[in-house]
């Protein structure tokens, strides 16, 4: 296994092996969790074989196989490179989705409770209606009769 630079690329993390027609990616484990490769190889099943394994502590290995043979460097090249923009895009995902997961949560038990219906008429039975009002300064919370009474009482 000869592993060759890729041009434009640092020989640290990006590698290319033209006998086998593979491209290497040595990734840090802190920037890219396991479920951002993860969406980034399912991106790519359909163009390539994707390996992931771990290589040592703290580091990942993506390697990159493309399914129609013939991979010179350049397309190599290629691929490793969107692979790369495809996996800080997941990682970018995954990282907003860590940071409000407690809303994502909160919006669907909203979603969920709603498409259970409305209350039964036992549930409503266990509401208490003795609290007071709420304040409606707008009048939008006033009844059709209400509203309407009060205009023919005006004429």
Known sequence: MSNEPVEGLPIELVSADLARGAADLQLDETAYPLEALYG???IFIDRCYVL???PAAGRWR???????????????????GEFANELLSC???HQI?????????????QAIAGAMGPPSLDDLAR????GEA???PLGIAQSWEEKYKKKKAEK
Request: proline share 4%.
């Open 40 to 42: 980034a190889a399912y």
């Open 52 to 54: 992931i394994d771990r």
């Open 62 to 80: 993506v390697t990159l196989s493309p399914k129609q043979p013939g991979g010179d460097a350049a397309a190599l090249r290629a691929l490793a």
């Open 91 to 93: 990682a970018w995902r």
């Open 97 to 109: 989705t860590q940071e409000n997961r407690a809303v994502i949560e909160q919006v669907t038990a």
């Open 127 to 130: 509401l208490d209606f003795t």
């Open 134 to 136: 709420l304040e409606d």
